[in-house]
């Protein structure tokens, strides 16, 4: 069997390291990808945004299934151009992914269906927004209406800080044209988690919980990212918790996306927020978390390509989805000055100390490799050192102690991803 991925970060890494040990696969494209996918997959020197191109060269190549790493090609529509192209491909078309494409529209679709979230307005006037925040509470969290690369949510402790966000989000359109319509919600309290689901249309089976970390600076300080490291299982997600989330949000938003008219086939992300009133959506995602896929699917135990052809088949019903009874830790080498700007092209060393480690992990996000095939930084988040333990602070310990083992100028990362294990 053939598999293109499309993307190229850390998640798309872990999606091809996952498959790869699949009996069925015989041979993975992977367009962009980058120098650590490199390793296991042939890179194509196509962009993720490039719809026909793409399908055209898994037409030439015959692929037999290709899998959608990113957000960007899948709310652009990338599926419905390949299935009518008569390609197989897992992840929403077009109509679905709009779960996480609008943020509006996922507020909109939870306050109708009665799945538990935040209270919100939404606004696409700066000035009436800016009037809806004279009599707000606060925090209060701004968010853009569309994809910002996990950027796009400020938090604002007073109404200055508001004001100045609406300018950021509205006026200046720091995220572009995400920001052409804004959600103003609640600011909700609480331990946050993520759980990754597969979905094939009906059926929902849900993944080992995760927990990402999402600022820049130790402490929970500094700008939002994309993330700068993450661990599952989460202490907090208890069986409780995971009873209440299947019958009042796991089950409704497929249900919901589905009487709507947008069947929902591929990967749903759910944001939670664990608050004193219950577990409530902060958002959804409509493929694999990065880096929650880093701690994710090193852990599961199935064969990733017969739950993915389940979920395209409508047949998710008949997957026994297991994961090891483990834990794991990611910690994000980034480039200094991350997320605002950074120096990329330095060398990367002490990769290698990975390969015969078992248990150990370094996907590869922002990474190249030279004509002279030197392995350089070339982003924001380079690395993910991911380790496995028997618990959490085992789990944790190891992939501090293998953030040491590389090397590169510049390189940055949080010192307490995971902390948070220490209070469970």
């Not at 392995?375 to 310990?397: I, S």
Request: proline share 4%; aromatic share 8%; glycine share 10%.
């Amino acid at each position: 069997m053939k598999v293109l991925i499309v993307g190229s970060g850390g998640r798309e890494h872990a999606i091809a390291y996952t498959i790869a040990k699949s009996p069925r696969v015989d041979k993975i494209y992977c367009a962009p990808g980058n120098g650590g996918i490199a390793e296991l997959a042939e890179c194509v020197p196509i962009g993720a945004m490039e719809f026909d191109r793409l399908a055209e060269f898994a037409k030439e190549r015959q692929i037999d299934l290709t899998i959608v790493g990113m957000d960007d090609p899948l709310v652009g529509g990338i599926v419905d151009v390949f299935e009518a192209a008569g390609l197989r491909v897992f992840g929403p078309r077009k109509n679905a992914a709009i779960l996480e494409g609008s943020k509006a529209f996922s507020k909109d679709l939870m306050k109708k269906y009665n799945i538990p979230t935040a209270a919100y307005e939404n606004f696409t006037d700066p000035e009436a927004a800016l009037a809806y925040l004279e009599t707000a509470d606060f925090p209060i969290v701004l968010k853009a209406d569309g994809l910002a690369l996990g950027k796009g949510v400020l938090i604002c402790n007073t109404l200055e800080e508001a004001r100045e966000g609406v300018k950021t989000i509205m006026l200046d359109k720091q995220f572009g044209n995400a920001g052409n319509c804004m959600v103003i919600e609640e600011f909700m309290t609480g331990r946050e988690v993520s759980v990754l689901s597969f979905v094939d249309g009906k059926t929902i089976k849900t993944m080992t919980s995760a927990q990402d970390h999402k600022r820049a600076l130790d402490g929970d300080k500094g700008l939002n990212t994309g993330g700068m490291g993450t661990f599952s299982p989460s202490p907090f997600y208890t069986k409780e918790v995971d009873e209440f989330c299947r019958k009042y949000i796991y089950q409704p938003t497929v249900d919901a996306m589905a009487a709507e008219g947008r069947e929902f086939k591929g990967i749903i992300f759910f944001g939670l927020m664990l608050t004193e009133k219950g577990p409530k959506v902060l958002e959804y995602n409509a493929r694999f978390g990065d880096p929650e896929a880093q701690v994710v699917l090193p852990r599961m135990k199935n064969d990733m390509i017969e739950v993915v052809e389940a979920c395209i088949d409508g047949r998710l019903d008949a997957i026994d989805l297991q994961f090891e009874d483990n834990a794991a830790v990611c910690v994000v080498l980034a480039s200094e000055g991350y997320p605002v700007s950074y120096e990329k092209g330095f060398k990367i060393k002490g990769l290698e100390k990975f390969k015969d480690a078992e248990g150990y992990y370094c996907f590869h996000a922002g990474t190249k490799l030279t004509e002279d095939g030197r392995l350089v930084t070339n982003g924001g988040r380079v690395l993910g050192v991911t380790a496995k333990g028997a618990n959490l602070k085992e789990a944790r310990a190891n992939a501090y102690r293998a953030t040491e083992w590389v090397e590169f100028a510049n390189k940055y990362m949080r010192h307490d991803i995971g902390k948070a294990i220490d209070e469970a």
